[in-house]
Each structure stands twice: as C-alpha cells, then as structure tokens.
C-alpha cells in the first residue's frame, strides 16, 4: 500500500509540474496533453536488433530490443523498486519458433522525485531473449522467419513518459552457418 501510495504522489507531481511554469507567468506551449509528450518528443527509442543475420534450421539465436535513451531520462527494470512500472517485450512469431525467457542487465539504482528508490537504465541497454527454430530441415515454404515486438515502458525525468513501439524483423533460414550482424557485440554482455 505504502509503495502504491508514493507512486500516485510521483504520477501527481509529474501531472503537475507542467502547471508550475504557468503559475510562474511563463508562456504555454501547445501541447497534445499536460502530462504526457508529443511523439516527436519521445526520450526513448527502441530497435529489434538480433545477433544473427540467419537461422539454421533447428538452429538458436538471440533476439533484442536495443532502448536508446536520452541524457537524464531512464527507464525501469523488472523489479522498479518503490516505484515506476516494468519495462515490458511481448515476442511473436510462427508457431514452429519458441521464445526464451527475458535477459535482464544488472540495473541501475536511481533517486526520482520525492527521494523514491528504483532500478533502471539509462543511456542504452538491450533486453534480449534466446529464439529457438524447431524446423527439423530446410522447408522451401519457410525461408524467412518473421520476429514481432511488442514493447512498453515509461521513461521518466521529472515528469514520467509512457512508450510504446511494434517492432519487426525477418531472419533468412539458411543450411549454412550464420553471421554475426552487426548488433552482434550488445549481446555479449550475458552468458
């Protein structure tokens, strides 16, 4: 309860803060919403990246969604701490590729207003998930393999953001083995 609490407190100051600059007699800016900012002004971006450029049948790669985030801003981790709310990746695909569990780095510990306590990222950080083809040999009907993301996350500096983007990628199957892309290296971070 005390945690839902400072919650409200932090979305009420960001709901607000917006009002302290008229308050103070500066001039409004046209806005789509108080609280909330204009597409174009969105702190973060987000990319499906994967490790491979191709899968081998039967073969296993590793998928990502790569969150570049502007200087001050952060998102938040699986376990927000006292506040903010999860960073979320739903994966879709055929039904012949299976999705692993979601890799998370070591989060950062962050102070947001009121001196709330959460964990998060800041700068970049790609949360990633091991994909499994369970084709058992080449089938001249599959030779791409369509990757969705659906992502969500609410980045935050004095005011909070909500985001969200849908993602897609294709991956070549191929019998041969298959390169590194050029996202290769944000993976090596993890096992």
Known sequence: MRRRARFAAVLMMAAMAPCAGWAAGERATPRRSAQF????QQPVRAELVAE????????RTRIGVQF???????IYAKDPGDAGLPTKIRWTGPSWVSFG??????????LDPGDIRTFGYSGATVLHSALQSRLSK?????????IRAHVEWLACKEL????????????????EPPKFTPHAELFDHVE
């Open 52 to 59: 491979h450029a191709s899968i081998q049948p039967g073969g």
């Open 68 to 74: 570049d985030i502007e200087e001050g801003w952060h």
């Open 101 to 110: 569990p979601l890799h998370w780095p070591p989060p950062e510990s962050l």
């Open 138 to 146: 080449m089938d001249p009907s599959r030779n791409a393999l369509p």
């Open 37 to 40: 900012a204009a597409p174009q």
């Open 160 to 175: 909070c953001i909500p985001g969200s983007a849908e993602l897609e990628l294709t991956l070549q199957i191929r019998d």
